[in-house]
Nanobody, 126 residues
Framework: VQLQASGGGLVQAGDSLRLSCTASERTMPIYVMGWFRQAPGAEREFVAGLAWSAGTKYYEDFAKGRFTISRDNAKNTLYLQMNTLKPEDTAVYYC????????????????????WGQGTLVTVSS
């Protein structure tokens, strides 16, 4: 699976952005897709995940109420709508896909995913 992420940019605090991640060369079914982020000097962290078939959504605490993960099956595209952005949301955002079934707890773990996009930078100024 090849993943192409886009939609990052420079915004002000309180603004919104929508990230997109398009999957191609799908030689295997996708079970879960997710968004992770990595701020400068920090570990990569889970943001949100989505079970592709069932549509079940998972969010890290900081994303609940502000971020929404969704998909367009026809376009093989995953989205992350981010509202009320804060300077601490500044990071490189990565989309990832897993071609194996996962237990819920594993959705939050980056090593569970076997395909990664190139990352898109989100910068939120105060």
């Amino acid at each position: 699976v090849q993943l192409q992420a886009s939609g990052g940019g420079l915004v002000q605090a309180g603004d919104s952005l929508r990230l997109s991640c398009t999957a191609s060369e799908r030689t295997m079914p996708i079970y879960v897709m997710g968004w992770f982020r990595q701020a400068p000097g920090a570990e990569r962290e889970f943001v949100a995940g989505l079970a592709w078939s069932a549509g079940t959504k998972y969010y890290e605490d900081f994303a609940k109420g502000r971020f929404t993960i969704s998909r367009d099956n026809a376009k093989n595209t995953l989205y992350l709508q981010m509202n009320t952005l804060k300077p601490e949301d500044t990071a490189v955002y990565y989309c990832a896909a897993c071609t194996q079934p996962l237990h819920t707890i594993d959705v939050l773990v980056d090593r569970s995913y076997d395909s990664w996009g190139q990352g898109t930078l989100v910068t939120v100024s105060s």
